[in-house]
């Protein structure tokens, strides 16, 4: 009875505490396609967004710290974008903002909560990994930049769809600050 009652506690303890328990509510309840009002709420730094003030086929890209929105998920070194065009949310990505303590963050994130992408990248490798599942277009990538001050690699999480992606890299892009 003793070890019928250790095995319960143990599956109720790994059914409750799953590492969905702890994924990123913001990335989770943001729906993309959707009027950007409807995840406002989620993603408050995004209700100041006026669609009047962009011209037709603008894409709108607000930026806050993700730790803000997605603590203790090990993300303290990276931004959070998030594309609106139309009125819609068109993507989000997850992007580093200090080359000089580039920690691999966004690469672990990924592992852990959207699934298996190879082997820990070496110290200089620059590509991408598709990790799309369903209806979702997910790409991990490090490219080598330079901000300045340090060249290094920095790393990004592109979250769109298949209908949307282009509106988060396309050339009518407007940064609206943090």
């Known amino acids: ?18 590492k969905s328990a702890y994924s990123c509510d913001a990335l989770k ?3 993309l396609g959707e009027d950007f009002s409807k995840s ?59 080359l000089e303590v580039q920690k691999l963050e966004i690469y672990k994130f990924v592992k852990n909560y959207y699934g298996n992408i190879g082997k820990e990248p070496k110290k200089n490798w620059t590509g991408y990994k598709d990790v799309s599942s369903g209806g979702n277009k997910l790409f991990y ?12 690699i920095i790393e990004t999480f592109d979250i769109s769809t298949q209908e949307l992606i282009n509106y988060t890299i396309s050339e009518d892009i407007v940064e609206v600050g943090e």
């Open 40 to 98: 406002s709420e989620v993603l408050d730094f995004i209700d100041v967004h006026l669609p009047e003030n962009y011209e037709d086929g603008a894409t709108a890209v607000y930026e806050a710290s993700t730790a803000d929105y997605c603590p203790d998920m090990g993300l303290d070194n990276t931004t959070l974008k998030v594309f609106i065009y139309d009125s819609k949310i068109a993507g989000m990505r997850i992007e580093t903002w200090d």
């Open 141 to 152: 990538a490090r490219m080598k930049d330079s901000n300045g001050v340090v060249d290094g």
């Open 1 to 18: 009875m003793k070890n019928f009652l250790k095995s319960m506690v143990l599956i109720l303890t790994l059914v409750l505490f799953s």
């Open 29 to 31: 309840n943001v729906k």
